[in-house]
């Protein structure tokens, strides 16, 4: 199934199309090209003519379509892009049915991406729509932080890089973006944060555990520090600053008692979250209490918390639940194994870790957090933040953030998972057709990257959301994006003398496989064309200068002009950089000057390009 063109409604967007405006049918380069019109209230096709540049399975197997809306900023892109996923009629196309009419609710699965922190109606509510815009993600990502905004931002760079993170696991997207030389980075800084809680939700049994985590953090941390400082003698502050062993060990410890509190945090965090559902329900096993000696005698923070995590439970009627202690463990302590590999404890609140270690700390991370699903409400305050070792461009980041986004929502969908809180979804909807918008994505990119962007959206993608049928729908500005789309799949929009928006099919100047100088020489994508206003300027006044000259030679078989002038417009000539423009205003001056001088100055520059090409010739033979 394809979006073949969309139909906006009559006078539904006068700031944008004008006061009292038609219908309007925007084709997208589908089998066939529609015009559609409101008759009696109903929208039918009113005319239906065969596109005859459309090929079948043209962008790849699962890839119904790819098409583009161009137009500089304020002509509406943007939109269009919100009409598609929200609030008009789409014309679909399947090879077993007629062309039909439907509202865009049920036509499938909408993504949208934009890389902008700007307002695009993130408080509507569509429930085929998965928002990726960058402000949906930082919403997201924040949603249960109450700080300043930098504090914000950093929390929201963590999430985005652990989506990057779990991306960037898979290799067969690694080899795609390899091949684009995307700067990639090999160490992880994971910082652990502790989340403040009150008791009040917290089962009544499990409280003063939790009270005693606490204080056996302190004391494990003194009576060790303590040890190794009477093992080594250190009996002064000037011993115990100079002694790296001392420091080394106490970083060490401290990072480690560091994150089995952040833990404990967490996993208090969460009942705290889940409500008061089991305020009398916790139970210890044998109705052991904090005071009870068996649990007394556990010196080590870890132990107590694995025997907390053995022996607390949940019951409720006749069922009894228990904590995930298999994915807590694990994920506890392979971070405590993580940081005996970390050589440079700098903070007592942060690990660096390689990049194959953070793969593993995000799938047991992962597994964690889906293990509490069931049972309890998920908490989404962050006690665990990610950052690189190095500074990405803003490019590299828009590019793996566009492709990780989308990773991100497949898995949520994949898992059956709602972002907001993590319950399971009784009956979630199940989409065959997805529909990829993408806002500018091409944002900030790099030449290089522009000119794989495409095919980096139809290579990507599709192992992506595997087995489901895609069309992707983008806009852009940029002719190195333009260049990979047919015209015939591309919409273009513009502004009248009045400001309004205008649109049009540019079905007389492919843009598939075109040069990109000519694509920048339309003066749709560079009013004047495609070099500097003075650069454009001075030409003119050549051309002008020239063909002036012309005319009078011919007249009078002969041209007046000074000698200084002639030379001054001969050097000009010679500055131009494109060689077709250079050529074509030499023919004009020697069509003028009989420049003996001239000439062979140019006979002689020709064959220096002569002697350089054979050079060339002979060093590949």
């Not at 005996?340 to 992962?366: A, G, K, M, P, R």
């Not at 650069?535 to 012309?550: C, G, H, M, P, R």
Request: proline share 2%.
């Amino acid at each position: 199934m394809r979006i073949a063109a969309i139909y906006i409604y009559p006078n539904s967007k006068p700031h944008l199309f004008g006061d009292d405006h038609l219908g309007i049918t925007i084709n997208l380069g589908g089998k066939y090209f529609y015009d559609v019109s409101t008759i009696l209230g109903n929208e039918i096709i009113t005319e239906k003519k065969i596109n005859k540049n459309f090929i079948k399975d043209f962008w790849g197997i699962n890839i119904e379509l790819v098409s583009a809306i161009v137009g500089a900023n304020g002509t509406g892109k943007t939109t269009i892009l919100n009409l598609i996923k929200e609030s008009c009629q789409l014309i679909i196309e399947e090879d077993t049915k007629e062309p039909y009419i439907m509202w865009t609710s049920a036509g499938g699965l909408f993504f949208y991406y934009s890389p902008y922190l700007g307002a695009n109606n993130e408080d509507g509510d569509v429930s085929n729509v998965h928002n990726l815009s960058k402000l949906s993600q930082f919403k997201k990502d924040t949603r249960w932080v109450r700080d300043e905004f930098n504090v914000l931002w950093e929390y929201h760079n963590s999430e985005r890089l652990k989506r990057i993170i779990s991306f960037l696991k898979k290799e067969k997207y690694v080899e795609i973006l390899n091949e684009m030389n995307i700067t990639s980075f090999t160490k992880i800084k994971l910082r652990f944060l502790i989340i403040n809680k009150d008791n009040s939700n917290t089962s009544r049994n499990f409280r003063p555990f939790f009270d005693r985590f606490s204080k056996l953090i302190n004391t494990e941390r003194e009576t060790k520090e303590q040890e190794v400082l009477e093992s080594l003698k250190l009996d002064t502050k000037n011993k115990i600053n100079e002694s790296d062993e001392y420091n080394d060990f106490s970083k060490n410890l401290r990072l480690k008692l560091y994150i089995l509190d952040s833990v404990i945090h967490k996993i208090h965090s969460i009942l705290e979250r889940t409500g008061n559902d089991y305020l009398e329900e916790g139970f210890i096993k044998n109705n052991i209490s904090e005071d009870d000696p068996e649990f007394l005698q556990i010196t080590s923070t870890k132990e107590a918390l694995f025997w907390f995590l053995d022996n607390a439970y949940i019951e409720k009627g006749e069922n009894k639940y228990y904590l995930p202690k298999k994915e807590i463990k694990s994920f506890t302590q392979l971070l405590l194994d993580m940081v005996d590999e970390d050589n440079h404890i700098n903070y007592t609140n942060e690990l660096t870790v390689d990049f194959n270690n953070v793969i593993s700390i995000i799938d047991s991370y992962q597994r964690l957090l889906l293990s509490f699903r069931d049972v309890f409400t998920y908490d989404e305050t962050l006690f665990l933040t990610f950052q690189p070792d190095i500074t990405l461009s803003s490019g590299e980041m828009s590019f793996y953030e566009l492709f990780s986004s989308l990773d991100d929502a497949n898995n949520i969908i994949e898992n059956r998972l709602d972002a907001g809180h993590y319950d399971e979804i009784s009956e979630y909807p199940v989409h065959q057709n997805y529909f990829i918008l993408i806002d500018e994505g091409d944002l900030g990119f790099h030449p290089t990257w522009k000119k794989s962007y495409i095919n980096s959206l139809i290579s990507v993608i599709p192992e992506i959301f595997q087995n489901k049928t895609v069309q992707i729908i983008l806009t852009t500005h940029d002719p190195l994006t333009l260049s990979d789309i047919p015209s015939h799949n591309s919409v273009y929009l513009d502004k009248d003398d009045l400001g309004k928006t205008i649109l049009y099919h540019k079905n007389d100047n492919s843009s598939f496989g075109a040069n990109i100088h000519d694509l920048l020489s339309d003066n749709f994508f560079l009013k004047g064309g495609h070099i500097g206003d003075f650069a454009k300027q001075k030409i003119n006044t050549v051309i002008t200068l020239l063909n002036s000259l012309i005319g009078k030679k011919k007249k009078f078989d002969k041209v007046d002009i000074l000698n200084k002038e002639k030379e001054i417009l001969f050097i000009t000539i010679n500055m131009v950089g494109d060689t077709i423009v250079r050529k074509k205003l030499l023919e004009m001056y020697f069509e003028v000057f009989s420049d003996t001088q001239a000439l062979n100055n140019e006979i002689n520059n020709l064959e220096k390009q002569i002697l350089l090409l054979k050079k060339k010739r002979d060093d590949i033979t």
